[in-house]
Structure formats: structure tokens, C-alpha cells
């Protein structure tokens, strides 16, 4: 996560500030709005089909905790004012560093300069969250945009912070998008459908280094049902490479090698792993680069992640599930065992081990 001053171009503020009249536009019907939404940042983009002799870096990545303090708020600040349409304050600075490095520092805290936001800067994973609670309390959908109509919001909000250098361009140019909702209904809960009214469009970009998602980053944007950007959540993992056009240059002790086996076979032998009376009920299935839990820094393969839960059949016939499962699998080690995202975190130094 990059960052500099606060000095967005009038341009893209008009591009990101909505007319009065769209919270006035007549209700719409969007069949797409029942589920989770997956799309493409450039539809042009196609991934790659990850074969055999493809290569691919293995990459060193950390979560930064050294930060410097200044580079933070400024990110902060250029987000504040993506979201309230090009507010600033000469108090915005001063009001920031107490709220993300005072006494209140890792918690949720209002932002005196301009009130109705709530920040939050979790050190730990470089994340920075933001929530404008005078919107986001709002129970009652004041417009209706379409789902098209909110991406093409979030991805205005996308490019100014990479005018900005918040967010890395190169990182996000061929991004991941995935679109969530939150929502609310009205009457007795049996009589609800399984769909109610959209408050909020909740759009995360995930981004892609040479056609693999990154796990541990990204951007969310919230767009109220009216247009306006409720909430931001963005930051995370730090990948240690340098970008050669559409290519990467591992830095550190990263490297580039060949994919030795694909997903598609990767696909069998996670089946095959599996017990013989075990029907697996797959979430998704990702080739990623995901950070283990309890590691500040690792030197990651491209893996096909799968998260999935294990069901079985009891001796009188009822459908148990297990709870749920992520592994691991190598593309560019043929003859690695699958990594357990889900395992339990070894206690280190003298942590004691928490009793069940």
C-alpha cells in the first residue's frame, strides 16, 4: 500500500460525485442481485490457463506492522475525501493522527474533523477501514441504482486511489471483482423472500499478480443504494516484486518456476485424497497466493485453494457436514503435500496452549 498526499484532480471528483436526480430513479429489477456477483475489472482479460510449463513467480510477501505514521494518514485522508465527495479540512491531519495513533489507536474512533466518518488502522495487517455512520445507519434504501451502476462507482473510487498511489495500479489493473449486498426486508421472517431490499452493494477487488488472485489484500467499496460510498476497507499483505509490463521480477529470495502440474489435475487429486465415504461440498475453488495463519512473513507458491466442507451420511441416514476446510495445492510442486489453511496455529515460544 503506497501512499502520498491528498491532491485529487477536479476531474476525478466530478467522475465520482453523483447527480441529485439519481437517488429519484424508478425501481429496477437486476435478476443478478440474488447472489453473489463475480466479474472481471477489465473485461477483456482473460486468466490464464495455468499449464504445464507455465511460468510463475514465487514471491516473498509480509504483512508490514512499520508502516510510517505519515504515508497512513494520508491514505486515510485521500479516502475521507473520496467519500465525502472532495471535503477536505486543514484539521484533517492533526484529527487523524490522534485517531489512528492516540490513545485509541487499533479501536474504532470518530474522526473529529469530519464527524460522521469512523476510522479504524489495524497496524498488524496494514489495513485501513472507514465507515461514514451517517449513511451506513440508514435502514431504508433512498434510490435504486443497478448493480452495473455500483461497480462503475467503486471503480471511480479504485482509480483515484491509484492516482493517489493508496493502492498499487499495476496490482489492480486486472482485478478479481466480487460483488455482495447488504440488505434489508420488512415483515414476518417466514413471509421474507430469500432477497430483500439492497442498502448497500459490497464490491471487493481482488487483485491478481500474472492471473493469480491475491488473498491477504484488496480493496471493498460499499455503495449505498443511492450512490454514495458508505464504507472503505483496503490494505494488507505486501508482495515483494517489481512489475515489467504485465510480468513481475520477484525481489528478495523470490523466484520464478515452472508450473509442474495443473488445476485440472490438482482437481483429482484432491478428490482422491478424500475417504472413500466423504461427499465434499465445494465453496470455491481459487488458484491464489494465500498467507498461512500466524506468519508475518513467507515466501508463497501459486497454490489451487479449495475451501470446502466434508459431508457423510450416518448410520440412520442423516446428512452431517463437517465444518470448513481450505487446502492447498502446488502448481509448481508436483510432489508437495497439500498445505491445511484450517489447521491449528502452533504455539510458539513459551504461549500456552489454550484449554478445549
Known amino acids: 500500500m503506497l501512499m502520498r498526499r491528498v491532491s485529487l484532480s477536479i476531474a476525478v471528483l466530478a467522475g465520482l460525485t453523483f447527480a ?63 467519500m465525502l465527495n472532495g471535503y477536505r479540512s486543514e484539521k484533517m491531519d492533526a484529527a487523524l493522527k490522534e485517531v489512528l495513533y492516540g490513545d485509541e489507536a487499533g479501536s474504532w474512533a470518530r474522526v473529529p474533523a469530519a464527524p460522521q466518518i469512523l476510522a479504524r488502522y489495524d497496524a498488524d495487517f496494514d489495513e485501513i477501514r472507514l465507515i461514514n455512520e451517517e449513511i451506513d445507519v440508514i435502514r431504508e434504501p433512498l434510490g435504486r441504482i443497478s448493480v452495473d451502476e455500483a461497480v462503475a462507482r467503486a471503480d471511480k473510487v479504485i482509480v483515484a486511489l491509484s492516482e493517489q498511489a493508496v493502492v498499487d495500479r499495476d496490482l489492480y489493473r486486472n482485478a478479481a471483482v466480487q460483488v455482495g449486498y447488504r440488505r434489508v426486508g420488512s415483515g414476518k421472517r417466514e413471509a421474507q423472500p430469500d432477497r430483500g431490499e439492497i442498502l448497500e452493494y459490497r464490491i471487493t477487488y481482488r487483485p491478481r499478480i500474472e492471473g493469480v488472485e491475491l488473498a491477504n489484500a484488496g480493496v471493498r467499496v460499499g455503495v449505498m443504494a443511492d450512490g454514495q460510498i458508505g464504507s472503505m476497507r483496503f490494505g494488507g499483505v505486501t508482495p515483494l516484486i517489481k512489475f515489467t509490463g504485465e510480468k513481475v521480477e520477484p525481489e528478495e529470495d523470490g523466484k520464478r518456476l515452472p508450473v509442474e502440474i495443473d488445476p485440472n489435475r490438482l482437481t483429482v487429486r484432491f478428490y482422491r485424497g478424500l475417504n472413500a465415504n466423504v461427499s465434499p461440498q465445494i465453496a470455491w475453488s481459487r488458484v491464489m497466493y494465500a498467507m498461512p495463519d500466524g506468519e508475518r512473513s513467507a515466501l508463497l507458491e501459486p497454490m489451487l485453494v479449495i475451501s470446502f466442507s466434508e459431508g457423510t451420511t450416518t448410520d440412520n441416514g442423516q446428512r452431517v457436514s463437517s465444518r470448513r476446510r481450505i487446502l492447498g495445492f502446488s502448481l509448481v510442486d508436483a510432489n508437495a503435500k497439500p498445505f491445511d489453511f484450517t489447521a491449528p496455529t502452533p504455539v510458539k515460544n513459551d504461549e500456552s496452549v489454550r484449554s478445549k
Open 20 to 82: 441529485a436526480t439519481a437517488q429519484q430513479e424508478p425501481q429496477r429489477t437486476d435478476k443478478r442481485q440474488s447472489a453473489p456477483l463475480l466479474l472481471e475489472r477489465n473485461e477483456q482479460y482473460k486468466a490464464p490457463a495455468f499449464e504445464e510449463g507455465l511460468e510463475l513467480p514465487v514471491i516473498r510477501m509480509t504483512w508490514r506492522n512499520d508502516r510510517d505514521a505519515q504515508q497512513v494518514i494520508d491514505a486515510a485522508e485521500t479516502a475521507i475525501t473520496i
